[in-house]
């Protein structure tokens, strides 16, 4: 879990890189001022990038921007929307990719573990989906 000043911190080079469109990642380390908060920066950009990289790939919709994941994990407390006890390791959708697309309305943070035991539960993955 983070800090609210280290989440205001995330905010502000999250961003920077909308704007900016640039992922040049020697600024985003400049900006994001400790070691700690680039790597989330990081990580959480490449998680970003990679779902909206697959959303296109299936011809569906790819609106998430890095800001927006943020915020969605911030709102979640850095844990799994569905057993709130973990810290997420992965992002899901409620709707599968294909049908929901990468959207706000559409990820959510999960563990492994819940991801797991959703998917084996409905053999659709609905509601949920990585």
């Known amino acids: 879990m983070t800090t609210q000043e280290d989440m205001r911190l995330l905010l502000h080079v999250a961003e920077w890189t909308v704007q900016n469109h640039r992922h ?53 407390q850095w844990k799994c929307a569905y057993c709130q006890e973990k810290p997420f390791e992965v992002m899901t959708h409620r709707i599968p990719l294909q049908k929901g697309g990468t959207t706000p309305s559409n990820c959510l943070p999960a563990c492994r573990g819940c991801c797991t035991r959703r998917k084996k539960k409905s053999p659709d993955r609905a509601p949920l989906s990585d």
């Not at 600024?27 to 400790?34: F, K, M, P, Q």
């Not at 990679?50 to 790819?62: C, D, Q």
Request: charge should be negative.
């Open 24 to 76: 040049v990642m020697s600024a985003i380390r400049e900006l994001a001022g400790s070691e700690q908060n680039y790597l989330i920066i990081a990580r959480e950009l490449d998680r970003v990038n990679a779902h909206i990289a697959r959303a296109r790939s299936l011809h569906a919709e790819a609106t998430l921007t890095l800001v927006e994941w943020l915020v969605i994990v911030d709102a979640h």
